[in-house]
């Protein structure tokens, strides 16, 4: 198998548009433009322009661009959630649920058994989006449904009622 890491393409563009608004700061702030007019042109608050401005005065331009994100390391590592994904992969019925719908209370349990981590199972949906996957609504319809019915009723009977202006 290979070497594959999960993470959202849309997580991905988000660190990418940082690295060069960071990157835009860093120009502007050698070009001598105030913090205040930095953070109006970069879209950002005068605090945070605040902050680069110092790491970018102190550290220089690469480790204001480098700087990673704030907030601990997950618990829930590479390895891990390759072992949860392959336990979504199989199916709630698999994993002893006697219907074929995921919920997020669901994969919370099957985190908590697989990767013994314990999420509130509010927080799952951000973890889904790392992985790249979407919520999903399955669709309801009738067992009695009868789509010849209704293809007659909406070609034939709809026009021939419907209320000519």
């Known amino acids: 198998m290979q070497n594959i890491r999960y993470t ?7 660190n990418e548009l940082r690295v ?9 702030f050698r070009k001598g433009y105030s913090q205040a007019e930095v953070a ?3 879209g950002v608050s005068k605090e945070a322009a605040r902050k680069w401005y110092d790491t970018w005065k102190q550290k220089g331009t690469k480790v204001l661009v480098t700087a990673k994100k704030p ?3 997950s618990k829930l ?3 891990k959630k390759k072992l949860v994904i392959r336990t979504l992969l199989k199916g709630p019925r698999a ?6 719908i995921w919920t997020l209370e669901r994969i919370a349990a099957v985190i908590r058994r ?3 981590i314990q999420y509130h199972y509010r927080h799952v949906w951000r973890i889904l989006l790392s992985l790249g996957w979407s919520c999903q609504k399955p669709e309801t319809r009738a067992r009695e449904r009868d789509e010849r019915a209704i293809k007659y ?6 026009p021939r009622i419907q209320k000519r202006g």
Request: proline fraction near 5%; charged fraction near 40%; charge should be positive.
């Open 8 to 14: 959202s393409p849309l997580s991905h563009r988000k």
């Open 20 to 28: 060069e608004r960071r990157r835009r700061a860093a120009k502007l």
């Open 40 to 42: 109006r042109r970069c």
């Open 71 to 73: 907030g601990p390391v």
């Open 77 to 79: 590592t590479d390895a």
């Open 95 to 100: 994993f002893g649920y006697h219907t074929d």
């Open 114 to 116: 697989v990767a013994r």
């Open 153 to 158: 009723w909406r070609e034939v009977t709809w």
